[in-house]
């Protein structure tokens, strides 16, 4: 219960959770160590509200905890067998989407969305694969754009605009045929000013934008998610 001395505290999955005037459920949540899966969101980044894995029900209803205010009156179910089901649907759709081919990826291990996948106890595609045809461009001398794997999570977008200042990225067309653009008149990675240090070559959490020769320098089976998979965090009673 919250009175005007109490901390500001909303409940998720059964145990309150305090948050800041202002924050969001999601970062509520990301700041008190509890994890509701995500693919489009950022912390540095405002919320982009597309990749729908961060959805829970607010008092009934489904919302994205990304974008919903946390607020004192809220009831937030994330970890329930309904919504890792949609989930992990949601998951198995984005898989087939675009070409995944996890081992043979320089980003298996470090991917969130493989990562995602296993934490919603994802074995298989279920659905039949669209196999898209979707180029890659190894112009650039330094980094690899590799388009079959692009979830359309925006964020090098994002960090392109809003922290390189180079808008090296975009996204166009609608639903199936929604894709990333490279900003430049060749339509080439190279003829842009995108380099190894820019935030948008480093924020992909998956392996669609990787930096050259760079392969394997952490060896399968020791890296991000090998060591600390994603899992679901135990509802934290707090005092
Ligand atoms: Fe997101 Fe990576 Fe695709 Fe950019 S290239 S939209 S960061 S998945
Ligand atoms: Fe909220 Fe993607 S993280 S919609």
């Given at each position: 219960?919250?009175?005007?001395?109490?901390?500001?505290?909303?409940?998720?999955?059964?145990?309150?959770?305090?948050f800041?005037?202002?924050?969001?459920v999601?970062?509520?949540?990301?700041?008190?160590?509890?994890?509701?899966?995500?693919?489009?969101?950022?912390?540095?980044?405002?919320?982009?509200?597309?990749?729908?894995?961060?959805?829970?029900?607010?008092?009934?209803?489904?919302?994205?905890?990304?974008?919903?205010?946390?607020?004192?009156?809220?009831?937030?179910e994330?970890?329930?067998?309904?919504?890792?089901?949609?989930?992990?649907?949601?998951?198995?759709?984005?898989?087939?989407?675009?070409?995944?081919?996890?081992?043979?990826?320089?980003?298996?291990?470090?991917c969130?969305?493989?990562?995602?996948?296993?934490?919603?106890?994802?074995?298989?595609?279920?659905?039949?694969?669209?196999?898209?045809?979707?180029?890659?461009?190894?112009?650039?001398?330094?980094?690899?754009?590799d388009?079959?794997?692009?979830?359309?999570?925006?964020?090098?977008?994002?960090?392109?605009?809003?922290?390189?200042?180079?808008?090296?990225?975009?996204?166009?067309?609608?639903?199936?045929?929604?894709?990333?653009?490279?900003?430049?008149d060749?339509g080439?990675?190279?003829?842009?000013?995108?380099?190894l240090?820019?935030?948008?070559?480093?924020?992909?959490?998956v392996?669609a934008?990787?930096?050259?020769?760079?392969?394997?320098?952490?060896?399968?089976?020791?890296?991000?998610?090998?060591?600390?998979?994603?899992?679901?965090?135990?509802?934290?009673?707090?005092?």
């Open positions: 219960m919250n009175t005007p001395e109490s901390p500001l505290n909303f409940v998720l999955d059964g145990s309150e959770l305090p800041a005037p202002g924050e969001t999601l970062q509520a949540a990301t700041r008190a160590g509890r994890y509701i899966p995500h693919l489009c969101w950022h912390p540095d980044f405002a919320a982009h509200g597309s990749c729908r894995l961060c959805h829970v029900k607010v008092n009934g209803r489904l919302v994205a905890s990304c974008t919903q205010p946390a607020s004192a009156a809220l009831e937030v994330s970890d329930t067998e309904e919504i890792n089901a949609q989930r992990k649907t949601l998951l198995q759709m984005l898989f087939v989407e675009g070409n995944h081919f996890c081992p043979s990826c320089e980003k298996s291990g470090n969130l969305l493989q990562a995602t996948a296993y934490q919603m106890g994802m074995t298989g595609p279920h659905f039949e694969e669209f196999y898209p045809d979707r180029p890659v461009d190894a112009s650039h001398p330094d980094i690899l754009l388009l079959n794997r692009c979830i359309l999570c925006s964020l090098c977008v994002r960090a392109s605009h809003e922290i390189d200042g180079k808008n090296v990225f975009a996204t166009g067309g609608r639903g199936r045929t929604r894709h990333l653009l490279v900003n430049s060749s080439r990675l190279a003829d842009t000013q995108l380099t240090d820019d935030r948008a070559a480093r924020i992909c959490p392996g934008i990787l930096p050259k020769r760079r392969g394997f320098a952490i060896p399968i089976g020791q890296r991000r998610f090998d060591l600390q998979p994603l899992a679901p965090t135990p509802p934290k009673v707090l005092p």
